[in-house]
């Protein structure tokens, strides 16, 4: 098993002027400490459950190309892209562009939205459920091309491309790696099932169901089961100085038997860097062999 560290809430100590050197010494020492992966969510506004609407939010793609200047090895993505934020070519080049300028380390986390209110507010176009699917779809389907060579035309429902030129191209390869973020079991997990390198659960109650409701899409669509990367969204709560290390090891344990490969996690206090120096020191070397044959 592997630790993401997932930041959601960038309200620290110091305030905006403060925040770039903050992030940037989160990112350094969730990667010196053993982290797998960073990332932030696509939101505009904060979130009811991180905190009120008003608290500071930065916007996901130019995060992760700061980001990408101020580590070299951990891997950077979004938990997850709101597909109708960005037409896809434009997705399609911020992806490579963060790909290329950090040695090749960009995900494509997507997922089909959901925040009409934050989308509403600030005159983002968001369709109805249904609609934001197939659209979700065909940014699949057009990703894959532009990071393929193929530059030709793409024809979709609801998307138009005359030409899919995507110069330069990822490093990575074939191409960065795909994340579906969502649990649905009908639509959801079925694109997880065609066109992911992995899902995104929550850490919940339903979380076996949901793996197994994605091994039954894997059937239908031919797909391994097993080639699929499972991560969930979870909470990183080490207490007082490490007073809750062994809950969240227990919690950690019971994930990785059900097949969990990476957990995407918030620290609460995560500014203050101790949560991380805690997790670095008591929770990740503990983790590194769960899992392995």
Known sequence: MRLGLHVPDFTWTGGPPALAG???????LAEDVGFDRLSVMDHLWQIGPVGPVETDMLEAYTALGYLAGQTSRISLLTLVT??????????VKAVTTVDVLSGGRAWLGIGAAWNAEEAAGLGLFFPPTAERFERLEETLQIFAQMCSGDEGPYTGRHYRLGRTLNSPMPLSQPRPRILIGGGGETKTLRLVARYADACNLFAGPELERKLDVLREHCRAEGRDYDSLEKTVTYRFDVGDDGSGVEELLADLERMSALGVDVVHGSAYRVGTLRPLEVLGERVVPVIAGWGRG
């Open 22 to 28: 903050t992030l940037r010494d989160v990112a350094r």
């Open 82 to 91: 709101a597909v109708t934020y960005r037409d896809p070519g434009l997705l």
